[in-house]
């Protein structure tokens, strides 16, 4: 019977940046890095290149805490909305940027909102001129926002040589759920994740036997309880709501997961990449 161990990752990224107040995201971060530390885990925080000059402590910090740092773009943008003739160049100095500031290699990327889609495949050309080894970029299906109908659930190699670990799905009629994190988990009614986690695994399975690899990500927002509501930017004010409530959950949910914790992604790279399937496209 596989353990099914979950790997605990972080999106670093200021939702109020041109928001009036201060600035929040930090110091959530550091919470979600202290109760990290509390249960000897070491989780990936992909933090946005943009972000490498002013969080440079915390990214250090981060660094020597033994967790893994990552890449969340060069700015918050979904794919899409990049430049293919320039993509390749930002993510290099992005990469840069958080390489020195977190005197470690960056080897993994997380598009933006999942935004690594059918129309946005280019990229993934960017991703591996820039010098990534593995992306969790891909909501395989049809998500609740971007998602890659068609892409495999379980680990696999894009022609460009880079390892896709894609986000662990739940699949609920025509759509897939992210139901192992961010918004999705913090509204689900606190169901038995030991369950859940077996149900994404299985419902998950390849073609060569192999099960999705599990990993579980919020935002510092997600668990933000103190922050004022402000509707958000090009959001409606039922999405900005969305987003602000219930963030008490989030570390509810994890607590559970944390009983079964996997290291961090880049960690676990060598063994996926051995196992993975070619991209069938
Ligand atoms: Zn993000």
């Given at each position: 019977m596989p353990t099914r161990t979950i790997s605990f990752t972080v999106d670093v990224e200021d939702h109020h940046a041109g928001l009036a107040g201060p600035q929040r995201y930090q110091a959530a971060t550091r919470r979600l890095a202290d109760f990290l530390a509390a249960r000897g885990i070491r989780g990936t925080f992909f933090v946005v290149g943009d972000l490498a000059g002013e969080a440079a402590g915390l990214i250090r910090a981060l660094a020597a805490a033994g967790h893994e740092i990552g890449c969340h773009g060069a700015h918050h943008r979904p794919l899409a909305a990049e430049d293919p003739a320039r993509l390749g160049q930002a993510l290099a100095a992005a990469k840069a940027r958080l390489e020195q500031a977190a005197g470690q290699p960056v080897a993994g990327f997380r598009a933006p909102y999942f935004s690594l889609t059918p129309a946005s495949r280019w990229a993934v050309g960017a991703l591996a001129a820039a010098g990534f080894t593995y992306s969790s970029s891909v909501l395989p299906g049809r998500g609740p926002g971007h998602g890659f109908p068609g892409a495999p659930r379980t680990p696999f190699l894009w022609p460009e040589g880079l390892l896709e670990i894609p986000c662990p799905v739940l699949r609920l009629g025509p759509f897939a759920l992210p139901v192992l994190g961010g918004t999705t988990m913090r509204y689900?009614?606190?169901?038995d994740f030991a369950w859940m986690r077996r149900a994404v695994a299985r419902q998950g399975?390849?073609?060569?036997?192999s099960e999705p690899a599990l990993w579980t990500y919020c935002h510092p927002y997600d668990i933000d309880t103190g922050e004022p509501f402000a509707r958000l930017p090009g959001l409606s004010l039922a999405s900005s709501v969305a987003l602000w409530a219930n963030r008490g959950a989030t570390l509810r949910r994890w607590r559970t997961l944390a009983q079964n914790p996997a290291p961090p992604l880049a960690e676990r790279a060598g063994t996926l990449r051995a196992a993975a399937a070619p991209w069938p496209g």
């Open positions: 689900l009614p606190p169901w399975v390849g073609e060569r036997g």
